[in-house]
């Protein structure tokens, strides 16, 4: 029987072909996202190994209550700390650093970086044993006191910049200049991940960042005799509060995490999108054996005519699906090691720098994309292949070439109903009740309603396609007629083509909705919220907005009421809070907090705290006076007065009082200003403008370029995503193409026929068009009408987190339409060129 | 009746190359009247289909011409050849005439519809008339027996007022009633409609219905006869030695 089977892949060649493609794209991305992800995490491994070989011990500022969320929230410690750590018994060296936050100003005077990877400031370790950095060989030489800076190799290279320049270094305040000495690496790197790296002497890093007589980190490296746990009990107890010592080893492994951690929205994405990219293969796999094994009919019968049980049969169409899978997913497995370099390429081309290295390919990666492959492919046949053991020997010597044993209507349509409640049940459960792994019932809802809408799909198949292919024999004549009537000869066969297009552009659907949903909540969320006319903040989130330059801003004559607000983080009664530090004298009129006036007023006369109504039992706080904990460690009482009522701003409301004692170094997160009576809002902007031109990273935007920057940035990401949907699309089309390709095979007599009486090529090229555009636009609205279902759903769900809107692009979705049927023209264009050139007197006599 | 329909001259066909080459057609001359009823007879491998198929220009030639009307098929386009067979062409085929997802009515009115042009209604009611299929025209081909399909593909070949009609086998998949009925029906088309009809058969009683019979093998004409009864064609076959 396997020689059989073999053959009979032989003879399927192209078909078969075509159906791997999904296979193989569905493996690819599950292998790929493996080894760039096991990629990134052994470099990164490697990386942090190698620059920390020399110590052994870290103290840092830091309280492990609080997260490390905020770039504000590395705290210092008093210098003196690095000598009560040298006296240690089992220190052998230690040196401290001054850590912060600092931006490079490229040649063209913007700031490098910010959006993205850190960028960050330290002070130069001289001893070798503990520090990360070298001068790279030729490259200059350590910064040696004010004035001086050395950058790591990469960023100065991806600026311009070489030993002897002089460039410009914003921290807190306006830019100041230095001179550059040196070029650093990180082991044998260049740059670590795309951050950028002022060293300075740790005197400058002290006065620069504003943190004379602290410091941020101590290196140690222990005595030969003691281990580094040993030396972290050791150093623990003459630490401050606001620091702790941990081993290297420790805080490498945390590192990876927060690395790993960071990959994972990158993991979860490309494994998603590999399981649609299967999802939709398994469609396609499975209607293309179940055209194949109708096409086969009659060697089926025959070989069980000759003896073969039905066991057999089945056994010979899994064969035949077992070696696809084996030989594709092997290729899926070597494309998506391709895909894994090309990801890398890309995510250093938005800045994401990887160290470089081996890719690392593990056993599991293999293991699984096989698994996958084989897993999917198999069981995509074994319904065919059952279906193929149901074929009576006597169909070998009957007329009737396939017969279609179609299950009766009303049990599918029982069927299709009980699964697709299912679905809805499932989804509904994952968004509306609160369960543990929500997501995995919206997935597996959304899956099991894709596999209802499919089981339905037959039944709908005649009558839509009916409507859609109403005006073609109108326009076309004779090939529009025939094209309408070939879509409806197999209903099931159009619909499950049309149902594997059907998935991917319902979850494109479902992205525009949400997209579109979000955008009109934003806006009317932001239009509500904020009454200010500009809004100024910082291009880079860990430097904030500079209090110099607010009170700047105050003093200029075009601005009226100006507002600093600061987000961080607090320890309110033993509990660790997003907090929202707000200047209650200044505020109302320019955010709509939703606090009275008298809260604000007892808030600002008693340093109070106001509680979110969203909290739950705010109302038990009020009238309390708690400890309020800082991130660096700076506890006060506060009295809860009010509440307030907005969204996104946290759970307290603090004083800008309160929020200066928390930082060495203060910053504002965001600063709210409106015009001054009778001038413009533009006059305004270009005050604004004016004054924060010494601050290069201050933006000042009118409130209607933050709507127009939050839409844009929600349209970036829409975008990126329907782009990566596209691909399931993609694979869609191709199944449109496969079963065409195996319907024309069917069909070959009758085209010869109707070449014979006189269509020309033409006729036949736009008859086949006309049925794939068919089968496109039937799977786009099948698509539309679920993804707006699903669409719907999460938006409903997520209306008590500020999703108030639903909001259905109608234009998109017609856009989409057309998209479908352009691709149905796309798909139809290789079989149609085939049924052209069928040769007329094979073709009438083809068997 | 005099006009020739189709005229072949010295015509060759050879399929496939070097060795594996089989010459099918070495130079075959004829004319085959309008308004009559022409048989191709022959054993298998005479070249009957071929020429057929030749003539029809389905098959080119490799040496020789074949003259439909004034119009020399070797000098046509696919695409002018396509339009010669809708236009002036009609076809009966063994079997499988018919598009299945189309009634009798649409079928017999296809080549028309393809071309874009509209029936002569009175001509097409007397086409139907003369293949008497009554109340099943509105039925699809899977509902109508093997001889009511190959009467409503006559029919088709009929419509268009073909200048000739070419017929392969036409009764070969047909019990010997449906055949006589089908056969029955050609003749009437050539003696009351003046249509010009050339079939391809192997079955003597079938051939005994056309006005001419022409003998073909190996690739040459090798005889005729006029107006034959049945047992004279059988006759005749017996010393080709089938």
Same mark, same amino acid.
């Given at each position: 029987?396997?020689?059989?089977?073999?053959?009979?892949?032989?003879?399927?060649?192209?078909?078969?072909?075509?159906?791997?493609?999904? #296979?193989?794209?569905?493996?690819?991305?599950?292998?790929?996202?493996?080894?760039?992800?096991?990629? #990134?995490?052994?470099?990164?491994?490697?990386?942090?190994?190698?620059?920390?070989?020399?110590?052994?011990?870290?103290?840092?500022?830091?309280?492990?209550?609080?997260?490390?969320?905020?770039?504000?929230?590395?705290?210092?410690?008093?210098?003196?700390?690095?000598?009560?750590?040298?006296?240690?018994?089992?220190?052998?060296?230690?040196?401290?650093?001054?850590?912060?936050?600092?931006?490079?100003?490229?040649?063209?005077?913007?700031?490098?970086?910010?959006?993205?990877?850190?960028?960050?400031?330290?002070?130069?370790?001289?001893?070798?044993?503990?520090?990360?950095?070298?001068?790279?060989?030729?490259n %200059?030489?350590?910064?040696?006191?004010?004035?001086?800076?050395?950058?790591?190799?990469?960023?100065?290279?991806?600026?311009?910049?070489?030993?002897?320049?002089?460039?410009?270094?914003?921290f807190?305040?306006?830019?100041?200049?230095?001179?550059?000495?040196?070029?650093?690496?990180?082991?044998?790197?260049?740059?670590?991940?795309?951050?950028?790296?002022? /060293?300075?002497?740790?005197?400058?890093?002290?006065?620069?960042?504003?943190?004379? %007589?602290?410091?941020?980190?101590?290196?140690?490296?222990?005595?030969?005799?003691?281990?580094?746990?040993?030396?972290?009990?050791?150093?623990?107890?003459?630490?401050?509060?606001?620091?702790?010592?941990?081993? /290297?080893?420790?805080?490498?492994?945390?590192?990876?995490?927060?690395?790993?951690?960071?990959?994972?929205?990158?993991?979860?994405?490309? @494994?998603?999108?590999?399981?649609?990219?299967?999802?939709?293969?398994?469609?396609?796999?499975?209607?293309?054996f179940?055209?194949?094994?109708?096409?086969?009919?009659?060697?089926?019968?025959?070989?069980?005519?000759?003896?073969?049980?039905?066991?057999?049969?089945?056994?010979?169409?899994?064969?035949?699906?077992?070696?696809?899978?084996?030989?594709?997913?092997?290729?899926?497995?070597?494309?998506?090691?391709?895909?894994?370099?090309?990801?890398?390429?890309? @995510?250093?081309?938005?800045?994401?720098g990887?160290?470089e290295?081996?890719?690392?390919?593990?056993?599991?990666?293999?293991?699984?994309?096989?698994?996958?492959?084989?897993?999917?492919?198999?069981?995509?046949?074994?319904?065919?292949?059952?279906?193929?053991?149901?074929?009576?020997?006597?169909?070998?010597?009957?007329?009737?070439?396939?017969?279609?044993?179609?299950?009766?209507?009303?049990?599918?349509?029982? =069927?299709? @109903?009980?699964?697709?409640?299912?679905?809805?049940?499932?989804?509904?459960?994952?968004?509306?009740?609160?369960?543990?792994?929500?997501?995995?019932? /919206?997935? #597996?809802?959304?899956?099991?309603?894709?596999?209802?809408?499919?089981?339905?799909?037959?039944?709908?198949?005649?009558?839509?396609?009916s409507?859609?292919?109403?005006?073609?024999?109108?326009?076309?004549?004779?090939?529009?007629?025939?094209?309408?009537?070939?879509?409806?000869?197999?209903?099931?066969?159009?619909?499950?083509?049309?149902?594997?297009?059907?998935?991917?552009v319902?979850?494109?659907?479902?992205?525009?909705?949400f997209?579109?949903?979000?955008?009109?909540?934003?806006?009317?969320?932001?239009?509500?919220?904020?009454?200010?006319?500009?809004?100024?903040?910082?291009?880079?989130?860990?430097?904030?907005v500079?209090?110099?330059?607010?009170?700047?801003?105050?003093?200029?004559?075009?601005?009226?009421?100006?507002?600093?607000?600061g987000?961080?983080?607090?320890?309110?009664?033993?509990?660790?809070?997003?907090v929202?530090?707000?200047?209650?004298?200044?505020?109302s009129?320019?955010?709509?907090?939703?606090?009275?006036?008298?809260?604000?007023?007892?808030?600002?006369?008693?340093? %109070?705290?106001l509680?979110?109504?969203?909290?739950?039992?705010?109302?038990? =706080?009020?009238?309390?006076?708690?400890p309020?904990?800082?991130?660096? %460690?700076?506890?006060?009482?506060?009295?809860?007065?009010?509440?307030?009522?907005?969204?996104?701003?946290?759970?307290?409301?603090?004083?800008?009082?309160?929020?200066?004692t928390?930082?060495?170094?203060?910053?504002?997160?965001?600063v709210?200003?409106?015009?001054?009576?009778? /001038?413009?809002?533009?006059?305004?902007?270009?005050?604004?403008?004016?004054?924060?031109?010494?601050?290069?990273?201050?933006?000042?935007?009118?409130?209607?370029?933050?709507?127009?920057?939050?839409?844009?940035?929600?349209?970036?990401?829409?975008?990126?995503?329907?782009?990566?949907?596209?691909?399931?699309?993609?694979?869609?089309?191709?199944?449109?193409?496969n079963?065409?390709?195996?319907s024309?095979?069917?069909?070959?007599?009758?085209?010869?026929?109707?070449?014979?009486?006189?269509?020309?090529?033409?006729?036949?090229?736009?008859?086949?068009? =006309?049925?794939?555009?068919?089968?496109?636009?039937?799977?786009?609205?099948?698509?539309?009408?679920t993804?707006?279902?699903?669409?719907?759903?999460?938006?409903?769900?997520?209306?008590?987190?500020?999703?108030?809107?639903?909001?259905?692009?109608?234009?998109?979705?017609?856009?989409?339409?057309?998209?479908?049927?352009?691709?149905?023209?796309?798909?139809?264009?290789?079989?149609?060129?085939?049924?052209?050139? @069928?040769?007329i007197?094979?073709?009438?006599?083809?068997? | 009746?005099?006009?020739?329909?189709?005229?072949?001259?010295?015509?060759?066909?050879?399929?496939?190359?070097?060795?594996?080459?089989?010459?099918?057609?070495?130079?075959?001359?004829?004319?085959?009247?309008?308004?009559?009823?022409?048989?191709?007879?022959?054993?298998?491998?005479?070249?009957?289909?071929?020429?057929?198929?030749c003539?029809?220009?389905?098959?080119?030639?490799?040496?020789?011409?074949?003259?439909?009307?004034?119009?020399?098929?070797?000098?046509?386009?696919?695409?002018?050849?396509?339009?010669?067979?809708?236009?002036?062409?009609?076809?009966?085929?063994?079997?499988?005439?018919?598009?299945?997802?189309?009634?009798?009515?649409?079928?017999?009115?296809?080549?028309?519809?393809?071309?874009?042009?509209?029936?002569?209604?009175?001509?097409?009611?007397?086409?139907?008339?003369?293949?008497?299929?009554?109340?099943?025209?509105? $039925?699809?081909?899977?509902?109508?027996?093997?001889?009511q399909?190959?009467?409503?593909?006559?029919?088709?070949?009929?419509?268009t007022?073909?200048?000739?009609?070419?017929?392969?086998?036409?009764?070969?998949?047909?019990?010997?009633?449906?055949?006589?009925?089908?056969l029955?029906?050609m003749?009437?088309?050539?003696?009351?409609?003046?249509?010009?009809?050339?079939?391809?058969?192997h079955?003597?009683?079938?051939?005994? $219905?056309?006005?001419?019979?022409?003998?073909?093998?190996?690739?040459?004409?090798?005889?005729?006869? $006029?107006?034959?009864?049945?047992?004279?064609?059988?006759?005749?076959?017996?010393?080709?030695?089938?």
């Amino acid at each position: 029987m396997l020689k059989v089977a073999l053959s009979g892949l032989r003879t399927n060649k192209v078909r078969l072909a075509l159906t791997s493609i999904a #296979i193989i794209i569905g493996v690819a991305f599950v292998a790929g996202s493996f080894v760039l992800t096991d990629t #990134i995490s052994a470099r990164f491994d490697a990386l942090l190994g190698d620059i920390s070989a020399g110590t052994d011990v870290y103290v840092r500022g830091m309280d492990p209550d609080f997260g490390n969320d905020f770039g504000q929230l590395i705290v210092s410690m008093p210098e003196e700390t690095l000598d009560d750590v040298l006296e240690v018994d089992g220190v052998a060296a230690a040196e401290a650093t001054v850590d912060g936050i600092a931006q490079v100003i490229g040649t063209d005077g913007e700031p490098l970086g910010g959006q993205g990877p850190p960028t960050l400031a330290t002070s130069w370790v001289a001893n070798e044993q503990l520090s990360s950095l070298r001068i790279k060989e030729g490259n %200059g030489r350590a910064p040696e006191g004010p004035g001086e800076v050395v950058l790591d190799v990469g960023t100065a290279e991806s600026a311009g910049f070489t030993v002897g320049d002089e460039i410009g270094i914003v921290f807190n305040g306006p830019v100041e200049t230095y001179r550059l000495v040196g070029l650093a690496s990180f082991g044998d790197e260049d740059n670590l991940a795309g951050a950028t790296l002022a /060293v300075f002497d740790i005197r400058e890093s002290q006065r620069a960042l504003d943190l004379e %007589g602290r410091i941020s980190s101590i290196a140690v490296a222990a005595a030969p005799d003691v281990t580094a746990d040993e030396l972290v009990a050791r150093i623990d107890p003459v630490l401050p509060d606001m620091a702790m010592a941990i081993t /290297v080893a420790d805080a490498n492994a945390e590192q990876s995490e927060e690395i790993s951690q960071a990959l994972g929205f990158l993991t979860i994405g490309l @494994l998603a999108f590999a399981a649609i990219a299967v999802f939709v293969g398994a469609f396609i796999i499975s209607n293309t054996f179940r055209i194949i094994i109708a096409q086969r009919t009659r060697e089926l019968a025959l070989l069980r005519a000759i003896g073969a049980t039905g066991s057999q049969v089945t056994r010979m169409v899994v064969v035949e699906a077992l070696i696809i899978a084996l030989v594709s997913s092997a290729i899926g497995v070597i494309i998506g090691i391709g895909l894994a370099v090309m990801l890398q390429v890309f @995510l250093r081309s938005i800045g994401f720098g990887l160290p470089e290295g081996p890719l690392t390919v593990l056993p599991r990666t293999i293991i699984v994309g096989m698994l996958v492959g084989v897993i999917v492919t198999v069981v995509s046949s074994i319904l065919p292949a059952r279906k193929a053991a149901r074929i009576p020997p006597v169909a070998a010597m009957s007329e009737v070439l396939s017969t279609p044993t179609r299950k009766s209507l009303r049990t599918r349509a029982i =069927w299709g @109903l009980a699964i697709l409640a299912v679905g809805v049940v499932s989804l509904g459960v994952g968004l509306f009740l609160s369960v543990s792994n929500a997501i995995w019932f /919206v997935a #597996i809802g959304a899956l099991t309603v894709f596999i209802g809408v499919s089981i339905l799909a037959p039944l709908f198949a005649g009558p839509i396609t009916s409507v859609l292919g109403w005006p073609l024999p109108k326009l076309f004549g004779v090939p529009g007629t025939l094209a309408k009537q070939n879509t409806q000869r197999q209903p099931r066969r159009t619909a499950s083509t049309a149902s594997a297009l059907m998935i991917g552009v319902a979850l494109v659907v479902f992205v525009a909705i949400f997209g579109a949903s979000i955008k009109t909540s934003v806006a009317s969320a932001l239009g509500d919220v904020f009454g200010a006319d500009l809004t100024i903040s910082s291009s880079n989130f860990a430097t904030g907005v500079s209090p110099r330059f607010t009170e700047e801003l105050r003093a200029a004559p075009e601005i009226g009421e100006v507002s600093a607000l600061g987000f961080t983080q607090a320890k309110v009664e033993d509990e660790v809070y997003t907090v929202t530090a707000i200047e209650p004298a200044t505020i109302s009129g320019l955010i709509a907090v939703g606090v009275s006036d008298e809260d604000l007023a007892d808030m600002a006369a008693s340093d %109070g705290l106001l509680i979110s109504v969203a909290e739950p039992d705010y109302e038990s =706080w009020i009238g309390r006076t708690v400890p309020v904990e800082m991130p660096n %460690g700076v506890t006060a009482p506060g009295t809860i007065v009010g509440t307030f009522d907005v969204e996104n701003f946290g759970a307290f409301f603090i004083t800008r009082e309160r929020y200066a004692t928390g930082f060495e170094t203060v910053s504002d997160s965001l600063v709210v200003a409106r015009a001054a009576d009778g /001038v413009s809002v533009a006059d305004a902007q270009a005050a604004a403008i004016e004054v924060a031109t010494p601050y290069p990273s201050l933006e000042v935007q009118t409130t209607s370029e933050v709507l127009a920057d939050a839409e844009m940035q929600i349209d970036q990401l829409l975008a990126i995503f329907s782009a990566l949907l596209g691909l399931a699309i993609i694979i869609a089309v191709l199944g449109i193409t496969n079963t065409l390709a195996l319907s024309i095979i069917e069909r070959t007599r009758e085209i010869g026929l109707l070449r014979a009486i006189g269509m020309v090529r033409r006729q036949v090229r736009r008859m086949i068009r =006309w049925e794939a555009v068919i089968i496109a636009v039937f799977g786009a609205i099948l698509g539309i009408g679920t993804g707006i279902l699903l669409g719907w759903a999460v938006v409903r769900s997520l209306a008590d987190q500020g999703l108030e809107t639903f909001t259905v692009p109608f234009g998109q979705l017609f856009v989409y339409i057309v998209i479908a049927a352009v691709a149905g023209v796309i798909a139809a264009i290789y079989p149609a060129r085939r049924a052209a050139k @069928l040769n007329i007197l094979e073709a009438i006599s083809y068997e | 009746m005099s006009d020739t329909a189709v005229r072949v001259s010295d015509a060759v066909k050879t399929y496939g190359e070097g060795e594996a080459a089989v010459t099918a057609l070495r130079g075959v001359t004829a004319d085959f009247a309008a308004g009559r009823f022409t048989a191709i007879m022959g054993p298998s491998g005479s070249g009957k289909s071929t020429l057929l198929h030749c003539m029809a220009g389905l098959d080119s030639l490799n040496s020789g011409t074949v003259h439909l009307g004034e119009t020399e098929l070797g000098s046509l386009s696919d695409k002018d050849l396509t339009i010669l067979r809708r236009d002036q062409v009609g076809f009966v085929f063994q079997a499988f005439n018919l598009v299945s997802t189309l009634s009798a009515q649409d079928n017999i009115l296809l080549p028309l519809a393809i071309a874009g042009e509209k029936p002569d209604q009175e001509w097409y009611d007397e086409v139907i008339e003369a293949v008497g299929l009554g109340d099943r025209l509105t $039925h699809r081909p899977s509902e109508l027996s093997g001889g009511q399909q190959q009467r409503v593909a006559a029919a088709r070949a009929l419509v268009t007022r073909p200048k000739i009609v070419f017929a392969d086998e036409p009764s070969g998949n047909l019990d010997s009633r449906s055949g006589a009925e089908l056969l029955d029906f050609m003749r009437h088309a050539v003696d009351n409609f003046g249509q010009t009809i050339v079939m391809v058969t192997h079955d003597p009683f079938a051939a005994s $219905h056309a006005d001419r019979v022409i003998f073909l093998d190996d690739g040459h004409i090798v005889s005729e006869l $006029h107006d034959p009864s049945a047992e004279e064609i059988l006759d005749m076959m017996k010393t080709l030695g089938d």
